[in-house]
Each structure stands twice: as structure tokens, then as C-alpha cells.
């Protein structure tokens, strides 16, 4: 299993509350938004930014270790079986 560490890529694996940053109005991040870990709470959970693709922050929510999965970028060693 991958663990997660600041800054690395994550994507949800299921729907959150949120609130926007800018109006602190309620918003709904879907499974699959993809946030920048900014912080790790001994790999239980994780300060997770939002953003859009001009880098605008629109939330910034602490996710339990079970709704995210990295994004991985490179392959791994395959293991003969």
C-alpha cells in the first residue's frame, strides 16, 4: 500500500461537505476531486486544498485516510508470480 505524504496528489473516493473558502457557502466535492495534501495526521488523515486549474483555493478539508487514493505517475516493480 502507497502512503501519502505532503504535497503528493490525491483524489476522493467518495463525496464530502465542504465549505468554499471564498463565500462560506456549503459546497459538495465529488468522488474523484482531485486536492494537493498540505498537511498528515500520523497517515489517519490529511489536510487536503482544493483547488481550481488557475490554482484558486476553493476548500481546504481535513479527509480520513479511507476517501483518498494517490495518483501515481510512475509504474511499479512488477512481481513475477
Known amino acids: 500500500m ?5 504535497y503528493d496528489l490525491v483524489a476522493l473516493t467518495k463525496d464530502i461537505s465542504a465549505i468554499h473558502k471564498q463565500t462560506q457557502t456549503p459546497i459538495l466535492l465529488r ?6 495534501v498540505i498537511m498528515d495526521f500520523e497517515q489517519q488523515a490529511f489536510l487536503i486544498d482544493f483547488a481550481n486549474s488557475e490554482g484558486i483555493t476553493y476548500a481546504m478539508e481535513t479527509v ?4 483518498l487514493i494517490p495518483l501515481l505517475y510512475q509504474p511499479s516493480s512488477v512481481l513475477a508470480s
Open 2 to 6: 502507497n502512503s501519502i505524504k505532503e
Open 31 to 36: 468522488r474523484g476531486q482531485v486536492g494537493t
Open 64 to 67: 480520513d485516510k479511507k476517501y
